[in-house]
């Protein structure tokens, strides 16, 4: 594997990881607090929240300007610019609160597909 393949593969991999991760705290911890009320703290936790979405920020900048500048198309750019999009409204605009977990989930669930289509879409060629 050429080493820009594998950088790709490196950051298309951290981003679904990161999303995953997102995904599983938005959905699985609030259910757990029910079980667990320790769990309903961390799900409640808007600084995590943050966190996830600042580190899929860099990861996901550095794959787009990756695909750019190796001629991919701009499919994968715009999905994953639409979905950090949402994905930081979710995380900082107070406003958008009460609809948080489904932004969350939404974002997180469309910023995944992007990644995994740009890692088949490199297989593929």
């Known amino acids: 594997m050429k080493p820009a393949a594998a ?24 259910l757990l607090s029910v079980i667990l009320p320790m769990a309903g703290t961390l799900g409640e936790s808007e600084l995590l929240h943050r966190i996830f979405v600042l580190m899929a920020v860099p990861i996901t900048a550095t794959a787009i300007v990756q695909d750019r500048a190796s001629g991919g198309g701009s499919v994968f750019a715009a999905v994953a610019v639409i979905a950090l999009s949402i994905l930081l409204a979710a995380a900082f605009v107070e406003r958008l609160h009460d609809a948080e977990t489904v932004l969350t989930t939404v974002g997180a669930s469309l910023l995944a597909l992007a990644h995994v289509y740009r890692w088949q879409r490199r ?3």
Do not use: E, M, N
């Not at 950088?7 to 991760?21: E, M």
């Open 123 to 125: 297989y593929q060629a």
């Open 7 to 30: 950088s790709s593969t490196v950051l298309d991999a951290s981003a679904i990881s990161v999303s995953g991760l997102c995904l599983i705290h938005c959905l699985a911890l609030p």
